[in-house]
């Protein structure tokens, strides 16, 4: 799949772009199958996270490529390392991991606004997340993005469901602007996403989404990608998800050369 300077220039600008039709219809399908393979059995990463009384459910699973064959497939086979090598003008694509993301029909649960690099253990700049539903997305159950808040650092990263930050100590990093109060003036973008299509958004990219309103899931499927300059930032706290140990196995600093982060593409 070829992908335009426009679409490059576009991902460092804004800090996300679309790609219409990444995965045919079979890999539809062999996500899909994957999705409902991992809802059966959950993984270790395994969380809800919406409330109790929600009446739909909103479903997370991590780190599950080497035990769903379906998501292997798709990471190591599909064009999506491809097209995150062009976006990240990298040499290297490293897999950080995967992410499964389920929405069932009436969720209320709002993925608040968010980076996801802090939430990370790892540092540097060149990097991209892709996050594909197989199911039709409405414009209003879509993801969101502020264009151009991957450039603007680091800031505070909380928990979703109760505003808590365990990342870092208070006061430590910025804290997110309120950009609902004035969508306009943060250049919030989105798409209605058909299955096959894919957003690829930088780690430090602002994103959110609202609930799913209606009878329609939203299963979505995320692979994270590290580019040339990614390398190991051990936390002093649990990461999400987290590599307990990884500390002991890679250096801080080093890159992140370990059987748990496969390189997908390499053009050294």
């Known amino acids: 799949m070829d992908i335009s300077a426009e679409s490059i220039e576009s991902f460092w600008r804004d800090g996300v772009v679309i790609v219409r039709g990444l995965f045919t219809p079979e890999e539809v399908e062999i996500i899909a199958a994957g999705i409902e393979r991992n809802l059966a059995n959950p993984g270790p990463m395994f969380k809800v996270a919406s409330t109790p009384n929600d009446p739909g459910k ?78 039709p997305v409405a414009i209003e159950s879509t993801l969101e993005f502020s264009r151009g808040s991957h450039k603007k650092g680091w800031l505070m990263p909380r928990t979703f469901m109760d505003n808590q930050a365990k990342w870092f100590p208070e006061g430590t990093l910025e804290e997110l602007p309120d950009i609902e109060s004035d969508r306009d003036s943060h250049g919030v973008i989105g798409w209605a ?39 190991h ?8 998800p987290n590599f307990d140990g990884l500390n002991l196995e890679i250096p801080a600093g080093a890159p992140m050369e370990h059987e748990l982060f496969p390189v997908l593409r390499n053009s050294h």
């Open 233 to 240: 930032a051990p936390r002093e706290w649990v990461t999400s």
């Open 58 to 135: 909103f479903v997370e699973d991590f780190c599950n490529w080497q035990r769903i064959p379906e998501f292997e497939k798709i990471a190591f086979e599909s064009k999506a390392a491809d097209v995150a090598a062009a976006l990240m003008s990298s040499c290297q694509v490293r897999l950080f991991h995967d992410h499964m993301l389920v929405k069932e029909p009436g969720t209320q649960q709002v993925t608040p606004w968010h980076q996801d690099q802090p939430y990370y253990n790892v540092d540097g700049f060149n990097n991209c997340s892709m996050w594909a539903p197989v199911d």
């Open 193 to 231: 996403m058909e299955p096959g299509d894919a957003v690829f958004f930088h780690m430090l990219t602002l994103h959110h989404a609202y609930g799913v309103p209606g009878k329609n899931r939203r299963r979505a499927f995320s692979l994270r990608f590290l580019g040339d300059d990614m390398v």
